[in-house]
């Protein structure tokens, strides 16, 4: 054995999981049907396999995006703007991870430039791309403002999500009407207390319906 041998194997790298095929993923839905009680093979149930793995395409899109790259396209020239920028009312589907049903909400979010803004639509982009994931509400919130915080270096982020969550209106407890909301402050937004305040009179304030 060498000098620099130490005698112990040395651990190998992880090996990224294999991604199961969309054929997978059709086998995996028939096999659910049969388990509900119903027959994948009848007429109406014939094609589902295929349609549901279409959807979960576009429920789970978020996995294929780098939010903070979305960010990444900014705007230097401002003419010196430093208030708040606010989008309210993002309406949002997202998923359960614990049960796998939807979530839907709205996402309010501001920030504080310091010396860059960035596309409205982006920050719309971020919001989509982390709620088309298994997710649960409060790690929404906190991956949305992390994102933005990271991406724009602002000197603060606000973002407030009121969401329903259907593993709780369509079972379990089934209490239909209940709202979730949860929010995610950092810099001035959480040290500020008036900007905090002004932040929230502005969700509460009445909307306008242009076009």
Do not use: N
Request: net charge neutral; proline share 6%.
């Amino acid at each position: 054995m060498g000098s620099g041998a130490t005698g112990m194997a040395q651990p190998r790298p992880p090996v990224a999981p294999r991604r199961p095929s969309r054929a997978d993923a059709e086998a995996a839905v028939r096999l659910l049907i049969e388990w509900a009680g119903d027959d994948p093979g009848r007429e109406g149930l014939r094609d589902t396999p295929a349609r549901v793995a279409r959807a979960y395409e576009e429920f789970f899109a978020g996995y294929t995006f780098d939010p903070v790259e979305l960010l990444t396209r900014t705007f230097e020239d401002t003419h010196d703007y430093d208030d708040m920028i606010v989008l309210r009312d993002m309406r949002f589907e997202s998923h359960c991870e614990h049960h796998m049903v939807p979530i839907i909400g709205k996402a309010h979010v501001a920030y504080l430039p310091a010396e860059r803004v960035v596309g409205i639509s982006k920050l719309a982009r971020v919001v989509e791309a982390y709620a088309k994931r298994l997710q649960i509400q409060e790690t929404l919130t906190a991956q949305v403002a992390d994102a933005i915080q990271t991406a724009l270096r602002p000197r603060g982020v606000a973002v407030v999500i009121e969401a329903a969550h259907m593993c709780m209106t369509t079972r379990g407890i089934r209490k239909p009407g209940v709202t979730m909301v949860t929010r995610r402050l950092t810099g001035a937004f959480r040290t500020d207390e008036v900007l905090r305040g002004e932040f929230l009179a502005a969700l509460a304030g009445p909307r306008t319906h242009f076009g």
